[in-house]
């Protein structure tokens, strides 16, 4: 079989790369990859800016985005022969710190977590995997075109959690929320709020492309202003960035209604330098009692709730989310952005 591999630290070590079928172990299933969708990180892992191979190898299998097809299941495991599965990103650390011991290993305390595809455990960019029963999560059959978003949606399913513990430690009736760019963490941000009742607002820089007609379907409201003019007008009680970039984040934290949540969910490359009145951001956080969090990762709650979300949603949008399905012969082609992009996958059926 097929995967998409790479050497961690080395720019230009993509490729597709012949080993040898995986064997399931004890409590596994054997899947038929489907696609895999293709992320910031990955481009991150693919320039060399991040990522680690599993121990003692060179190469790390790619992707982590996962949606397959079962193709052998231990008995009494609850899953068949066919059922359509997504696998976690995300294990535990050996130790395990109590936030793994207790099934929460998105909010690992020591950092010796692994993750599929990202950091020291083979990813699902391959057309045969494996997974612990325990880390697959059976979707909705409706779901064969489109599952590939769940992973991307239990990001925001945790984030939006946040939000709400966050909100829910004095009186909580959030109104408006902002979601800061209109990529799919962004988008799938908005779904979720718009399925809370919320006042959803959406900002993103382009003009065109699939982007603007996709939030205003959601009956969000799209902008492409600066952020200060928009987020001053609007004052979230709810900010969800998903960017990275640093000017949006302080601009975030300083344009929230009072009691604001900003929810900072884009990882930033280092190393740029913006003017900020510290002192100024820190009064308003204070005397509004404004709360900023980071969310990165999920774990299996919010995988189930991400399952729920998307069989929830309107298909034909989510279908629109992925703007690129690039066949695995070509899949060097996936890892080239384009403005028009919203969520590029690579395929992994076929020609095996
Ligand atoms: C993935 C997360 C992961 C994070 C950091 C993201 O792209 O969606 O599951 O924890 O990268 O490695």
Request: charged share 25%; net charge negative; glycine share 12%.
């Amino acid at each position: 079989m097929r995967a998409l591999t790479v050497v961690p630290g080395t720019a230009g070590s993509l490729q597709l790369t012949e080993l040898p079928d995986p064997e399931p172990g004890a409590g596994e299933l054997l899947v038929e990859g489907l696609a895999v969708g293709v992320c910031g990180t990955d481009r991150e892992i693919v320039r060399a800016e991040y990522g680690w191979a599993p121990p003692g190898r060179e190469r790390l299998v790619l992707g982590h985005e996962s949606l397959g097809r079962v193709r052998t299941a231990p008995e009494g495991s609850g899953f068949s022969v066919g059922d359509l599965v997504v696998g976690v990103v995300r294990r535990p650390d050996p130790v395990p710190c109590g936030a793994c011991a207790r099934g929460e290993f998105d909010n690992c305390r020591n950092g010796r977590y692994t993750e599929r595809g990202i950091k020291g455990i083979d990813g699902y960019g391959a057309q045969l995997w494996c997974v612990e029963t325990d880390y697959a999560v059976r979707l909705d059959q409706a779901l064969a075109d489109v599952g590939v978003l769940v992973e991307p949606t239990t990001v925001v399913a945790k984030a939006w959690e946040q939000v709400w513990r966050v909100g829910e430690r004095a009186w909580y009736e959030p109104k408006r929320a902002l979601i800061t760019g209109a990529g799919p963490i962004g988008l799938l941000a908005a779904m979720i709020g718009v399925r809370q009742g919320l006042d959803v607002h959406v900002l993103d820089l382009v003009t065109e492309g699939p982007k603007p007609a996709l939030v205003e379907r959601l009956g969000a409201t799209y902008h492409h202003r600066g952020i200060d003019e928009v987020a001053g007008k609007l004052e979230p009680d709810v900010v969800i960035e998903a960017t990275g970039v640093g000017s949006l984040v302080f601009s975030a934290m300083r344009n929230t209604a009072p009691f604001g949540v900003v929810c900072l969910t884009g990882v930033s490359s280092g190393g740029r330098r913006i003017e900020v009145d510290a002192g100024g951001v820190n009064r308003e956080m204070v005397l509004e009692n404004d709360v900023v969090v980071g969310s990165v990762n999920a774990n299996l709650r919010h995988y189930r709730q991400a399952a729920e979300e998307l069989a929830a949603a309107d298909r034909d949008w989510l279908t629109r989310l992925i703007t690129r399905r690039v066949p695995l012969e070509s899949f060097a082609d996936a890892f080239d952005a384009r403005p028009d992009d919203v969520k590029v996958v690579v395929e992994l059926e076929g020609g095996r």
